[in-house]
């Protein structure tokens, strides 16, 4: 059973249009995070969600809406899609909010390339 | 602030042992994570160590935590063309929301030669 995943796995679109990417987890956690890896592979925090509240919203244009229905789903829609949003979103889960103790799964990853 | 800091690339011969090291800034990090990532590929969690240890120990994998020079370090034993990879380390940041979120480093490619 997959853990955490992700879907659609490859996002090819235009610019300007808008585009959501799915995360579900299976394991039970209460936080969920997204990730973006650019294209020198460096990775940072995007947002991260604790039973449906958001919790960090680093320096993300607010083009990029989180949404949680569930503490099994963290969505991340985007909005009026630019070049420099092509990237890989990771989602990830893990079981406690403050960080001190949990270890974050990783999903397979979503690969956006915007046109 | 909080950073951590790889070198971008290690290359050894099948067989040799391979050492990835890891430098961070947050003197009040409770855990820190190695991750791997194969081409095209999620990150999958390799091993952690909590910082009350200076050594982890599992199969092939050795951790080293130096806390006094804020260094870590992966030594991988006996590195097969599998491990061929990008590692990258991690530390559990907390910046102002005072949740944890993980820091990491740029990756470290790793190519190992037939």
């Known amino acids: 059973d997959t853990a955490v995943s992700q879907t659609p796995k490859y996002l090819v679109t235009q610019m300007g249009n808008d585009k959501s990417i799915k995360c579900e987890q299976n394991?039970?956690?209460?936080?969920m995070y997204w990730y973006k890896q650019d294209s020198k592979k460096f990775l940072k925090i995007m947002f991260s969600?604790?039973?449906?509240?958001?919790?960090i919203n680093e320096t993300v244009p607010n083009r990029f809406s989180p949404k949680s229905p569930d503490k099994a789903h963290l969505n991340l829609h985007i909005n009026s899609l630019e070049l420099g949003d092509s990237a890989v979103y990771f989602c990830a889960s893990s079981q406690v909010r403050t960080g001190l103790t949990d270890t974050q799964y990783f999903g397979p990853g979503t690969r956006l390339t915007v046109l | 602030g909080e950073d951590v800091e790889q070198s971008l690339f290690l290359s050894v011969r099948e067989g040799d042992s391979s050492v990835i090291n890891c430098t961070y800034t947050d003197s009040s990090s409770t855990y820190l994570y190695w991750y791997k990532q194969e081409p095209g590929a999620g990150l999958q969690l390799l091993t952690y160590?909590?910082?009350?240890?200076d050594m982890k120990q599992d199969q092939r994998l050795t951790v080293l935590l130096n806390k006094k020079d804020k260094h870590l370090s992966l030594r991988i034993a006996d590195t097969q063309t599998g491990d061929s990879a990008i590692y990258f380390c991690?530390?559990?940041?907390?910046?102002?929301?005072?949740?944890?979120?993980?820091?990491f480093g740029q990756g470290t490619t790793l190519q190992v030669k037939p």
């Open positions: 991690a530390e559990v940041g907390f910046g102002s929301s005072n949740t944890g979120k993980l820091i």
């Open positions: 969600y604790n039973n449906k509240e958001l919790i």
């Open positions: 394991l039970g956690h209460d936080t």
């Open positions: 160590i909590f910082s009350n240890m």
